[in-house]
Every structure is written in C-alpha cells, then in structure tokens.
C-alpha cells in the first residue's frame, strides 16, 4: 500500500534513500513532542504521532534498513528537531522493514476466475487490461510479477460436477484447460498461476486459520438464516429489496441452520472506517471509495466454514476436519499464497518480501463489495498487516450488451473465443481496452470493435507506417540521412507533438488510464498524416532542389512510426514487433524505456526494412463478397 505522501510510483525508488529531504518546517522539540508553528499559537505534538507521518513519507522511498543508508545522502533536518523526530521515525523503520533488503518488484493481481463455466468476455477484459499494465511496467524497466488463475472450490462447482456425473476436480480441470487456452491466445503475459487447489495454497490457507484461531479471531457459533446458493453466503435483512425480499441477483435462496465457524469481522469495523477514509489509492477509481465506506457499515461477523455435510469440496479446518473453508475466505488469500506468503523455502514460489503490498489487483466491481473491499482488508488487518502494507484495488467496470449486464441466464453472454477467431486476437484486445475508460462500463459492440481497428489502426497507424516506409525505400534507396540543414516550422511542430505524445501516454498509462493512453497516442498519428499530406514527399521527390526538405521530412516520419510503434507494444505486442522490424529498429528500442525515448534515436545511415502490412483491414461480408467478384470477373477476362 502507497501513502499518501509517496504517490502510486513508490515500487520505481527500490534500494537507496535518495537525495536529502529538507525539512525545514519541522517544529521545536521539547520534552515528549514538539512545539508546532511558527505563527500564532503554538501547539504542542508528541513525538510519536510525527515519527509515525515521517516513517509513512520514508517507508514507501526506501528499501534498503536505516542502518544501511549511504552517509553521502542523509535525511537532514534542522538541529533542533532531529533527535527528537529523527531517531524515532528511524526506530519504527527498522522494526517496520525488516523485509526491505530485498528490492521490490511490481505485483500486479487478477480476479481468480471461478471454475463453474468457461471464460467469457469480462474475463477476457480483466486479464487483458491487466495484462497491458504489466508490459507497460516492463517496459519501464521495473521487474514485474503478474499473476493470475482460477478459483476452483465451491458448492456451485460441487454441484455442476454432480450433475455431470463427474468429481469436482475432473470438472475443474476441464474449464481451468479453458481458460490458460483462452490466455495464450490472447497473449496474456502473467508470470504465476493460481489455482486454489494447490496443495501450497491449501497449505497457506490453513496456516492463516491456524493463527487465527490462536489470536481469537475465529470462534464457533450455531446460526440460523437465509442462504444464497449462487453467492454461497448467508443474507441478512440489509440484502433484501424495499418490497422485503431477496432480489434475483442472489438467485435461490433457502432458510438454513447450521453450526459454522466466524471471523470477528466487527473487531475491524472502526479500523477499516479510518483506514478507507484517509488512504488515497486503496480503491482506485477514486468514485468507488463511497461504495466501500457505505459496506463497512455492518454489525455482524463473517461465517468463514461450511459443514462438510453438505459441502466437502473445499479446503478442510486443520483443526476442525467437519468443515472446510467458504470459498470467498479461501480465494482472496490467493493474493499472498501465491505470492509466497508462509511459503516453505523450496516452494517454488516468489520471494514475498519482493511482492507485497500488491501494487495493483485489478477486479470487477461486482466483486469490490464486500469482498475486496472489505472483508480482505479485514482479514489482512487480523493477520498483522499494517496500513501501508494494503493492496491497491483497480476496480473496473462491466461490458453491457443494449445497456444490459451480460448474463448466461438471458443468453447475452460474448464469448471470447469466438471474437478472436472471427477478428484475431490482437483486434480483440485493442478494442477491449480502447473502447472502455477504466473503472467505467462500456456497451459491446462488435461494429465498434471491427470501425475502430479499420479506422485508427488500419487506416491511421498502419497506413502511415506503410506509406512512410515505402517512400523511403523508392526516394532515399531505404536509408535515413543525416542531420539536414532544412528543418522548417512544421518539422519542429511534428517533434514537438511527438514528446507531447510520449509525455502523455506515459502520464496516462501511469494511472492506469489505457484509453486514454492509446487516445493520445492516435493524436499523433493524425498529425503525423496531416504532415505527410502538407508537406507531399511524392512532389518533393520531383524536384532535386527539394532533397534536402524530402529526407528531412521522411525522417521525422520514420522517426515518429518507430516511437508509436514502440509504445503501443504494451497493447499490441506482435504488431509492435512487426512495425520495428520493418524499420529494422528492434535492437535499437529493446533496451530503451519510455523515460529514455527522444528524437533521433534512429540514426544517420540507418537501413530499413521491407514494408508488409501490419494491420489488414476487417473486411464485412458484403466487401468479401464485392472483392470475390471482382476476382472472378478478373479471372474471367484474363480466360
């Protein structure tokens, strides 16, 4: 979890204090605090509570302990206070980072999708966005940890097993094949794989139950109420509807009575109230904090078992065999197991001091309330965790079909498979993350999906790159000059707008804001377009006297291809690879981060390849049909 004072980039800064920090506000100390203010009335602060904000500012900038930090960059403080504030914020550091010697990586997380059906197009978008981030954190130079999977217990999954007459994990295998065949189409690029049916996971899920009960946060209790089989939990009267009745989102509905096993979810309340309220990147989209703060409004605990008599698919209580773990208890610890939380050494699993706190676990909405955004905190809270160690939830919105949340139970659900093996997968993604804004729905529209593939990068990107390329290899024998000394007012305007455009899909990508990233991007492809079109290379090349003007400007377009071409690998990696190739640039930018892209990284004398389109035009049936016939009678005139 990123303080507030750190900002969300704390993962960037890994091993070293940096240059010093002045503080040259900081308050006259006296015995036990400090005199705060220099105007007005002075007011008295103990020293703990500003040890406390110093050690938050400092903990998400550092990594290595305060006994190992270089004397050439100090924390400097005025005399005055740096005894006083200094040494007990360093003191809460040590005992705070006794994890901090190993650099951090960029953990990025994913919903574990349930088992009890394939993968369907919010699926495919959730993966796929998250997948985006991941290279775009790649791309800067940050190592990177994506994980992603699949939840497999639960008494829905019992159940579907039951009536196919085969056992719960022949029937989870089968859709878990689904979903990793689904992933490597669309070039999901995660680096785990969670499955909560490995034993390590079963493991650490019983470890934390365990400790748990050790520290008193689970007890025993019989309880009497109405259970939703769809969401696999008891209801209470806040779940009903105005009318006083269970809505159709909870699907059946039984009264049930049953001895189970509780989490003391209320010990968390007035916690989980400050903590929400003050953080500023807990939930991100910003709009979605209010949801969460109304959740934690609540008076009961959480019933975290099921009695093994109607449920035995599932992670079994270490000390009570008659039950095993409810499914949202055992899937949320996903995150830490898999990150390698309690994990024996020769696990095979990451070094968690690397990974937690989780940089960014993109979700539904559906699933921010209760479950991320209240029961996890809770029970990352029970386990020890601290505020700062909380993870950073990106909760994202749904795809709509007519307005419409899609469902299997209407027939409205899009099916992923099918949209990549219609329009390829690389398609697929583009739209996925270029037609939705981040936390928003957006309605589907497989129109949408085929006009803004035609349109931005058919037309826009791939033309441009095709035209640029070809007019190098027919007017510059496919070598880019030199510096020239002709450089005119538009030249120096293109340059411009191409740093802008660095500058701003960086910024956007940074807040996780891909459309908008992507729209900036296809900004300067336009521009790059009007330039060829006000600047005319093809007259140009006419006139010997325009030489110079002609090299000039098929630079500054080559230039520009490389660079989009670059940025956009995070969405669209195989295109990306084939436009660099084309401009035989990929050595030149595999080392290269976005923070390092300026003009003229290809340089004088630089050979390019041969063009080849990269984004072929969808064609609707009706132009399949027009260009069929034009063939045929071509092929008929020639006969």
Known sequence: MKTAASGNNNHKIKDTLHAPRQWSSFPEPCIGGIFQGTSGPAVFSPVEPLAEKAAARWKGNIRTPPSAVSPAAPLTFPSHAEKHVRDAAMTLLAKRQERSIVPRMYYITTAIDYTNGPPHIGHAYEKVLADVLARWHRMKGEEVYFLTGVDQHGQKVQQTAEKLGITPQEHVNNITGQFLALWDRLGISNDGWASTTDPRHKACVQKILTDLKDKGQLYKKSYKGFYSVRQEQFLTDKERDAEGNFGPEWGEVVELEEENWYFRLTDHVEWMKQFVEKSSDFVLPSFRKAEVLNAIDFDSDLCISRPKSRLSWGIEFPFDP?????????????????????????????????????????????????????????????????????????????????????????????????????????????????????????????????????????????????????????????????????????????????????????KYMDDNMVSDALAALNAQVSACNAYIEQQQPWQLAKDEASAPRLRCVLRHLLECCAQTGYLIGCVLPDASARILDQLNAGDLFRSLTPAALEWGILPAGHRINEPAPVFPRILSDEEKAKLAEKAARAAKKQG
């Open 322 to 506: 008659e039950f095993v773990t409810y499914v949202w208890f055992d899937a949320l610890i996903n995150y830490i197991s898999f990150a390698g939380y309690l994990a024996e050494p020769d696990s095979g699993l990451p070094d968690f001091a690397k990974l937690w706190p989780a940089d960014c676990e993109v979700i539904g909405k559906d699933i921010l309330v209760p479950a991320h955004g209240v029961y996890w905190p809770a029970m990352l809270h029970a386990m020890g965790f601290s505020d700062e160690e909380m993870p950073t939830l990106l909760v994202h919105g749904w795809w709509n079909i007519n307005g419409e949340k899609m469902s299997k139970s209407i027939g409205n659900v899009v099916d992923p498979n099918l949209l990549a093996e219609q329009f390829g997968p690389e398609p697929v993604r583009y739209y996925l993350v270029r037609d939705i804004t981040t936390g928003k729905d957006a309605n589907f529209d497989a129109d949408r999906l085929v006009m803004l593939y035609n349109t931005e990068l058919a037309n826009d990107l791939g033309n441009l790159c095709n035209r640029s390329i070809n007019m190098t290899r027919r007017y510059c024998d496919s070598v880019i000059s030199g510096a020239e000394a002709y450089d005119d007012e538009a030249s120096r305007a293109l340059r411009a707008t191409m740093d802008q455009a660095v500058t701003l899909f960086s």
